[in-house]
């Protein structure tokens, strides 16, 4: 599994609510594409979040995306480094 990272830019700032919705939602999409949630950042103004997901690739992110109706910028995989001590 990979983590996969996913931006969402939004026209006009998004309401909390509907995207916790969504996400609760989506869970049997996220399952059928063997997605994981993991975690999202709001920007302040609520125009951008970035979710980070665990998936066998970015296309399962984006398909399960897509049928969820939950519009991305950008999907790409990516790794974790922690600075050094």
């Known amino acids: 599994m990979e983590l ?15 995207i916790r919705e969504a996400v609760k939602n989506s ?4 399952d059928l594409h063997q997605v994981r949630y993991l975690q999202s950042y709001l920007s302040y103004d609520r125009l951008r979040m970035v979710c980070l ?4 690739d ?13 519009p991305f910028e950008r999907v790409w995989t990516a790794t ?3 600075p050094s001590k």
Do not use: W
């Open 27 to 30: 869970g049997s999409c996220l």
């Open 53 to 56: 997901f665990e998936a066998p």
């Open 80 to 82: 974790i480094h922690e």
């Open 58 to 70: 970015a296309e399962s992110v984006r398909i399960a995306s897509r049928k969820v109706g939950i």
């Open 4 to 18: 996969v990272l996913a931006e969402r830019i939004f026209p006009e700032p998004v309401d909390l609510t509907e």
